[in-house]
């Protein structure tokens, strides 16, 4: 049983930072690939930011060049830091963990967190 939990969710006004974190047990976090994922009201849940086994990552354009996923392995944590908040950021956000192959490519997002909400006030 994989378990993720995701930390510290809020309230901030456009332009501010919020840094997310995502401590996982159950499992050696470095088999896994993670990602990011965030779902606002009425809308589709969607994959923003993602990290691999050795660290490599893909950023939806949105929110490119504003938040940075990273990863420690040994401390099966994973972190979003979210620079530049605007008001369309404002969704649920959640954290996820991807099984991987032999040779460390991401299969699906198996694994879920129960979510952390973020609140972009303009």
């Known amino acids: 049983q994989v378990q993720l939990v995701e930390s510290g969710g809020g309230s901030v006004q456009a332009g501010g930072s919020l840094r997310l974190s995502c401590a996982a047990s159950g499992y050696t976090g470095s088999r896994y690939c993670m990602g990011w994922f965030r779902q606002a009201p009425g809308k589709e849940r969607e994959a923003f930011a993602t990290i691999d086994l050795v660290g490599k990552t893909g950023y939806r354009d949105s929110v490119k060049g504003r938040f940075t996923i990273s990863r420690d392995n040994a401390k099966n944590t994973l972190y979003l830091q979210m620079n530049s908040l605007k008001p369309e950021d404002t969704a649920m956000y959640y954290c996820?963990?991807?099984?991987?192959?032999?040779?460390?490519?991401?299969?699906?997002?198996?694994?879920w967190g129960q979510g952390t909400q973020v609140t972009v006030s303009s």
């Open positions: 996820a963990a991807a099984p991987t192959t032999a040779i460390g490519n991401c299969r699906n997002y198996d694994y």
